[in-house]
């Protein structure tokens, strides 16, 4: 006969920490998603809160369980979706199968919110993708619309992805303002908030909001106007400098001797939307010019045929590119004939 000793059934316990990530998302709603993930191990005992997830029972099958769960935290991590067709393909032992077709989409540089393709969409932008892999500094110029920021942040958050750097770092100059925002209410971040705004919403489509408040909160992403780069060297790092044209000669010079070692640099322009008292003095036009011979650094042209705005977005630059021509071929005429009278 056995005795009572036999019969006793060790519980081990386990705890993960889910980092990172919005236990809503995670969890579904009304814990939707954790009910199904436990459906697959109901000898199990899990109690998920808040931002843990505690586990007890056989030991066995807690290793199994917690090897399923990493899997579908390092999918969340990769593609930002976690669906009940995911969790069941995950939770049935092939978890290959949905990663590689996630992988098969074509030109996606990473999956952003709700697993959304995130892709190089035009030539140009290709070609943009194409120069990061071989240049460190790349002017990427062109109209409104055309994707130019939008796949160099896209780019960036591949790069940290894939630990290729430690931080991202997106910068604009506030020329509105003058950089010089003492006037405007609010503290330092309300005051330049509005300038960043459009990094902060590219940023939003790619990563989730909780995982970027972390981001922003210990430094690996920093959003900050020209002005706070001074001084200062840039290594291991993304750096996106959007809004170039309306940086001055000395202005761009400055962020340009930031780069440190194992950095790469963007600089993003529209060179037909100057807004500084005078278009000699935009550092990105000076730029282009003197540092056109230097090994190394890339140029992506942008056009018109890349804009993928709405559809009249094309059509009104195309119109303000024929206008601002015409002006100036007249200046140009009217120079010519001036030159003509004083010989």
Known sequence: MLDKESYTVFMFEKLIHLEGIDPLEFYGVNNAKMNLIKSFFPKLVIVARGNEIIMKGDELELHDFEKKLYLLIDHYHQFNLLNDDIIKTVMMNDAEGITDTFEEE?????????????????PNQRLLVDACKKSDLIFAVGPAGTGKTYTAIAL???????????????????????????????DLKEKIDPYLQPLYDALLDMIPAKKLDEFLKDGTIQIAPLAFMRGRTLSNAFVILDEAQNTTINQLKM????????????????????????????????????????RDISVVQFDVKDIVRHRLVRDIVAAYDKYQAQQLAKKELLNSDKIEENE
């Open 106 to 122: 074509k030109d996606v540089l990473l999956f952003g919110i709700n697993g959304k393709a995130i892709r190089a969409r035009t």
């Open 156 to 186: 960036a958050v591949r790069a940290l992805k894939n630990r290729e750097i430690k931080r991202i770092i997106l910068s604009r100059p506030a020329v509105e303002a003058g950089e010089r925002l003492g006037f405007l209410p609010g």
């Open 255 to 294: 962020f340009l001797t930031r780069m440190g070692m194992n950095a790469k640099f963007i600089i993003t322009g529209d060179e037909t939307q100057i807004d500084l008292p005078t278009r000699n003095q935009s550092g990105l036009l000076l730029a282009r010019k003197i540092l056109k011979n230097i």
